[in-house]
């Protein structure tokens, strides 16, 4: 597997994605790919560094479109093939490509869409997620005004989809969130393996 960095791909991170909702969303994911990563033996740094640009053509191409237009972007940034290609199988519900099948693919896509409810369960309290719990988080899936915002399906499709347990797929979305709370919370992504 060839590398990323972390600094570089904050450098991508960045010339593509502004908006402090992403921004949060990108590092939760990123920091909850390699709590995922350490538990299954994997390269947490790599998982990391990959996971923070996995939405990195969001704004310029939101919804309907998104992930589409992920190898136009990350292509001239000189990131490797494997990369693009696992990044564009996570909107694979959206667009015709192969659905995710390596390890990496499935956690992306098993965690992804917890980690916004995390974020979410953690900017509810006020230590901004330091001590937020997996309970916590589960709970609010059910909370109807988040489900009426959300679609809590969705969560439960993705998890189930990857046979990962939801309690092991919400833990690796709230440790990451409980480790860097505050930088979640003010847009810092200075994070380094
Ligand atoms: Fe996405
Ligand atoms: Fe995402």
Do not use: N
Not at 16 to 26: G, I, V
Not at 124 to 137: F, I, M, P, Q, S
Not at 140 to 163: I, N, T
């Amino acid at each position: 597997m060839a590398a990323l960095s972390y600094p570089r791909a904050q450098e991508i991170l960045h010339a593509h994605l502004h908006t402090k909702k992403m921004l949060r969303h990108s590092f939760s994911v990123a920091v909850a790919m390699a709590e995922a990563a350490k538990d299954l033996g994997e390269d947490a740094a790599l998982w990391e560094a990959v996971s923070l640009i996995h939405d990195v053509d969001f704004e310029e191409y939101p919804e309907a479109e998104h992930c589409q237009h992920l190898r136009e972007v990350l292509e001239p940034e000189g990131v490797d093939e494997w990369m693009i290609v696992s990044l564009g199988r996570h909107g694979y519900d959206r667009y015709p490509v192969t659905p995710p099948e390596t390890l990496y693919e499935r956690v992306l896509c098993a965690v992804d869409r917890l980690c916004w409810v995390a974020v979410a369960a953690a900017r509810r309290r006020e230590d901004a997620g330091e001590a937020l719990t997996v309970a916590e988080t589960l709970a609010l899936l059910q909370d109807p005004e988040f489900d009426a915002k959300f679609d809590s399906a969705h969560v439960y499709r993705d998890v189930g989809r990857y046979e990962f347990p939801l309690e092991q797929v919400a833990d690796w979305a709230v440790r990451g969130v409980r480790r860097y709370a505050h930088e979640i919370a003010e847009c810092r992504l200075e994070r380094k393996v």
